[in-house]
């Protein structure tokens, strides 16, 4: 196809979207709690078979028009249209029967049930029984998702395991095909991308692209500005709970769309990224070591070290072991085989409580359900790691130490509270976040162990993370960053380990000052092909 | 402020709900009874409360930490029985008061071994060890006579007095006291908290649950021990069905009091107050003349009653805060935190 013809395309669909009638609108809806505006007089309108992006930081009010939008929350004021009718929904489950479906970021499946069961949860085709229309229609469930298991990328055995041991690609597509199964006309994705590897979000903007060509609605909430480019028909963004922009992706960069969600300048290398001031040049102390350390299957024969004031990435595609490798070091799980030398001496690491004790900590990946304790306030999330420090006699904690100590990190770290008595749940992810780091810096680790740094945090927050892994390199620590993230891993790391079935294949060496951006292509494609099978080993 | 404003503050003070139920039901019995507010009686409804209020704070430790331990009814009662025999073969009153104490260890051990360490489910285990409990008095009491101990030291373990206190009250509110004071201010009370609201969390930030939780039911167990001695001294004679239903007395107590049984909420003396409301119902209901026969329907409409004043309070406290800033996903808000890991 000629470039031509591709361009025609383009203005030929621009020009169809603007005449496309809209599916579902908001318009003018606000929603306010006591002394917080979470949205403010938003408009937003859903056009059949286009794809529209929604930005906005953390705490930006995305969350919140999701919710009004897939009739979790009412909205306080405005109103929502449908087909052009104004239309109000009290719950989630009538939105889903005008056909209006939400996929999460956290998975909403119930991982027990078998991908079939999931799709028609709650609103299973019945057949006549005993008892009247009582029993489930098999049958009918099959034949229903049967032209559509292909075109999503699912087999029929996939359909009959339990729908927690699919990959979350696989969950993505059942989800998909719930909302399809229901003739939904909207689809909202909440950052779908998260957890996912880089070919799996190919795949599924392949999905997407089909539910936009069979004429859905869809609505894409993401974090990943470079992802938008070539799929967003349109981009909302949000700050501060009000619209700001309805723009084109054809007249914007990641810098702009940046700007608008920030509202003002942001530093160079804007993606996420944030210059480190020196980087790591090799000679220094060992702080850890394995050798051969092994687990099963999942982990098999890893030799790395990690120097003082370095950061190693670890790179890998989804089930590569990495997160497994990180565990294994922290003690969470018990290892096979291997030595861990941590300062040069050899330890037993038999749980995370030894791993604190010689000096190890970790920023587990899943944030809500590894890291963060909900209820308690900021300080108690902190002083969690080392509660003796701030304890009497080591026996009585004291409360105002620990509030002092508690309050230096959150003001060092940069976290946005209103005190450190504030519970952690009511933070931003990015900031949660921070106070998660916080937590193990507390601990006063030598070697921090970071497994999805920035998964679901927005982009001031994740250059603020990139900073405190700098800072505490910096001052004498060691890292390593495990992230699917490609250009994060090429952008923090000083080296870099690629892991495939459970083994180390490779290492790159990233280099300080070249000039990242021409290299930096050069250095994925071969990590990329280290990662899938028939890299160099 | 509004008066609104006012009475939401209040009610959103934690256990707030509960203590006025209380202080309602005490009011309403008062002035129904001219009995209730008698010295007398109040001394009878103190000493009879020291049971339940003393099961239900240690059992508070154990739902805090994301646990449950039904053993204790039958603790309370083997360990009655283990002192009664210890003291009635003549050995000295502390010994006695060991053995009765080291009873309630020795199931708390048991119960914390296979729950802590080879994760088999609490409620299953504690179901069993209940059993083996009940089971044992039963044995012990058809071998020893258990009755009638002649010694002036354990009768002063339950007929003492310091400034017209009763002794089990004295030593039930230091226990309680202490029991407060360790969950709230030191680090063993915090990771108890800290592996009930997230035990994967507690567990990468470094807590060793295992070890965690078989403290905690060896503490439930010590404590309903103690619980024993002090019934041993209060009757000076054990039944074979000694200590039937008071675990379930002080789960219902805990649970009036506020302490949340998916775990990480909840303090010893909310138990303490559900405990008092318990005990002081089914006296009021006997001062009142309330068919006996209807006591335990009565028991539990109130602790129904008192749960859905607790919550409905709650819900209009809620309802004039600030809502949590991400409304949204409540699929994901509603997700328990995982129980994975050691269990």
């Excluded at chain 1, 480019?229 to 501060?240: C, E, N, P, Q, S």
Aim: with cysteine; charged share 20%.
């Amino acid at each position: 196809m000629s470039v031509e013809s591709n361009n025609e395309l383009a203005s030929a669909r621009a020009q169809e979207t603007s005449d496309k009638k809209p599916v579902l609108e908001a318009v003018g809806v606000g929603k306010r709690y006591p002394g917080v505006v979470a949205l403010d007089d938003v408009s937003i309108s859903l056009r059949g078979g286009e794809v529209h992006a929604l930005l906005g930081e953390n705490g930006a009010g995305k969350s919140t028009l999701i919710g009004i939008l897939s009739g979790i929350s009412a909205p306080g004021s405005g109103e929502l249209r449908l087909d052009g009718e104004k239309q109000e929904f009290t719950n989630a489950a009538q939105a889903q029967n005008l056909g209006i479906t939400t996929i999460y970021q956290e998975q909403s499946l119930a991982p027990d049930l078998t991908g079939l069961q999931n799709i028609f949860l709650g609103r299973e085709p019945r057949r006549r029984g005993l008892f009247g229309r009582a029993l489930l229609d098999e049958k009918a469930m099959r034949s229903r998702v049967a032209p559509l298991l292909e075109e999503f990328g699912l087999t029929v055995a996939e359909l009959n395991q339990p729908a927690g041991s699919l990959g979350a690609l696989k969950q993505h597509a059942l989800q998909i095909l719930k909302a399809l199964a229901f003739d939904a006309r909207v689809v909202i994705l909440d950052e779908p991308t998260s957890g996912l590897a880089d070919h799996e979000r190919l795949s599924l903007f392949d999905h997407m692209r089909r539910l936009r060509d069979r004429g859905v609605a869809l609505l894409w909430v993401t974090h990943r500005l470079d992802e938008l480019f070539g799929l967003a028909d349109v981009i909302t963004v949000l700050r501060d709970g009000r619209h700001v922009a309805a723009v084109s992706p054809d007249t914007e960069t990641p810098e702009t769309l940046v700007r608008l969600m920030v509202g003002r300048e942001t530093p160079p290398g804007v993606s996420g990224a944030s210059s480190r001031a020196k980087r790591w040049t090799g000679a220094a102390d060992e702080i850890l070591r394995l050798e051969g350390l092994s687990r099963g299957v999942l982990l098999d024969d890893i030799n790395l070290s990690v120097r003082r004031g370095e950061i190693l990435g670890i790179a890998g595609i989804a089930g590569a072991g990495r997160t497994e490798l990180a565990r294994a070091i922290l003690g969470a799980d018990r290892i096979d085989g291997g030595q861990i030398h941590m300062n040069g001496r050899q330890v037993r690491i038999r749980s995370p409580r030894d791993a604190y004790r010689h000096g190890i900590a970790i920023v587990p990946e899943e944030r809500k359900s590894q890291a963060v304790f909900g209820d308690f306030s900021l300080t108690k999330n902190i002083s969690i790691s080392d509660l003796r420090r701030t304890s009497t006699a080591r026996l009585v904690i004291d409360r105002r130490a620990e509030r002092k100590q508690a309050n230096e990190y959150v003001d060092k770290l940069g976290v946005r509270t209103s005190g450190v008595s504030q519970k952690i749940r009511n933070l931003s992810g990015g900031n949660q976040q921070k106070v998660v780091v916080a937590r193990c810096l507390f601990s006063g680790p030598s070697l921090l162990l970071f497994d999805e740094p920035t998964q679901g945090i927005d982009v001031a927050a994740k250059s603020d993370v990139y900073r405190l892994i700098y800072d505490f390199v910096d001052s004498g620590g060691a890292a390593i960053v495990i992230s699917s993230e490609l250009p994060e891993l090429l952008r923090v790391s000083d080296r870099i380990l690629v892991m495939r079935e459970g083994r180390i294949v490779g290492e790159v060496v990233v280099g300080g000052d070249a000039d990242l951006g021409s290299e930096e292509g050069v250095l994925a494609e071969k990590i990329m092909a280290m990662a899938a099978r028939g890299g160099a080993a | 402020m509004s008066i609104r404003d006012r009475l939401a503050r209040t009610a959103a003070v934690e256990g707030a709900a509960v203590t006025v139920a209380f202080i309602v039901m005490v009011v309403v019995f008062a002035v129904s009874s001219p009995f209730f507010l008698t010295g007398q009686n109040l001394h009878n409804l103190f000493v009879e409360s020291v049971f339940t209020v003393l099961l239900a704070a240690g059992m508070t430790y154990v739902i805090i930490v994301g646990g449950i331990d039904l053993s204790v009814g039958s603790v309370l009662g083997l360990s009655a029985g283990m002192t009664l025999m210890t003291a009635s073969k003549g050995a000295p009153l502390l010994v006695a008061i060991l053995v009765g104490v080291a009873t309630g260890l020795v199931v708390g051990l048991v119960n914390g071994l296979l729950i802590a360490h080879l994760g088999v489910n609490a409620f299953i285990v504690t179901l069993a060890t209940l059993s083996i409990g009940g089971g044992a008095l039963n044995v012990l009491t058809t071998r020893v006579e258990l009755t009638g101990v002649d010694s002036t030291a354990f009768t002063n373990l339950s007929q003492g007095s310091v400034l017209g206190i009763p002794a089990p009250v004295l030593m039930t509110l230091a226990v309680v006291l202490l029991l407060e004071f360790v969950l709230i201010a030191t680090p063993f009370g915090r990771r108890i908290f800290a592996a009930g609201i997230n035990d994967s969390a507690a567990h990468l930030a470094g807590v060793n649950l295992r070890r965690l939780r078989l403290q905690v039911y060896v503490l439930s167990g010590v404590v309903a021990g103690f619980a024993g001695v002090l019934l041993a001294a209060h009757l000076n004679s054990v039944q074979p069905d000694l200590g039937t239903g008071f675990e379930l007395t002080a789960i219902a107590a805990a649970v009036i009091g506020g302490v949340s049984l998916s775990g990480g909420q909840g303090s010893v003396w909310r138990a303490v107050v559900g405990a008092f409301f318990l005990t002081t119902l089914s006296q009021g209901l006997q001062l009142l003349g309330v068919d006996p026969t209807w006591f335990t329907i009565v028991t539990g409409v109130s602790i129904v009653a008192a749960i859905a004043f607790s919550r409905g309070t709650q819900w209009f406290a809620s309802s004039l805060r600030p809502a949590a800033p991400r409304p949204s996903a409540p699929a994901a808000e509603a997700a328990e935190p995982t129980h994975a890991v050691n269990r």
